[in-house]
T-cell receptor, first 115, second 113 residues
């Protein structure tokens, strides 16, 4: 069965530190890849997405992610975090097994940035 | 542009009662999704509509859950009867086309006692 796993459930770091969140999926076929973020009290919103092309994807708010096909990974990075990056981050994968491609989410990583 | 609207925002019921949630997607969005997010987990797709037709309900517990999208716009999700394990946040999302970005609503937090 297809699955999405996120490596860390909770991450605490200081402002200006670098952030990297891991995401792996189990499926050898074609996928679309996403990172969503949920700030406290707000809706889930899209950070970035990868469909094809350059495996290094840039998103909003200085985030980027790299798709490594051989490792089935799509890790999220930000070189220098701010207090406002405190949020829950979800990796999501659309497994294109059929024409509809169901979106499957990881369990999420709660990131807390301390001043 | 108005976002995805959901109501109610919170609901507390006792087990075996019924409950309904409402979703109004972004205007013009053909695809509508209902997700269930249990505490500590990511959202799980329950049902996906394309206009007013169901295209995926493989993870919907059909013995107690039902959903409809009349006229291809608003949608309701119903649980009858509710169980304790149905306590979760129910998220509605919509996209312009099935391949497009999904926009999420604020969710309805359901507590079943």
């Amino acid at each position: 069965a297809q699955s999405v796993s996120q490596h860390n459930h909770h991450v605490i770091l200081s402002e200006a530190a670098s952030l990297e969140l891991g995401c792996n999926y189990s499926y050898g076929g074609t996928v679309n890849l996403f990172w969503y973020v949920q700030y406290p009290g707000q809706h889930l919103q899209l950070l970035l997405k990868y469909f094809s092309g350059d495996p290094l994807v840039k998103g909003i708010k200085g985030f980027e992610a790299e798709f490594i096909k051989s490792k089935f990974s799509f890790n999220l990075r930000k070189p220098s975090v701010q207090w406002s990056d405190t949020a829950e981050y979800f990796c999501a994968v659309k497994f294109l097994t059929d024409s509809w491609g169901k979106l499957q989410f990881g369990a999420g990583t709660q990131v807390v940035v301390t001043p | 542009e108005a976002g995805v609207a959901q109501s109610p925002r919170y609901k507390i019921i006792e087990k075996r009662q019924s409950v309904a949630f409402w979703c109004n997607p972004i205007s013009g969005h053909a695809t509508l999704y209902w997700y269930q997010q249990i505490l500590g987990q990511g959202p799980k797709l329950l049902i996906q509509f394309q206009n007013n037709g169901v295209v995926d309900d493989s993870q919907l517990p059909k013995d107690r859950f039902s959903a409809e999208r009349l006229k291809g716009v608003d949608s309701t999700l119903k649980i009858q009867p509710a169980k304790l394990e149905d306590s979760a946040v129910y998220l509605c999302a919509s996209s312009l086309v099935r391949e497009g970005e999904q926009f999420f609503g604020p969710g309805t937090r359901l507590t079943v006692l």
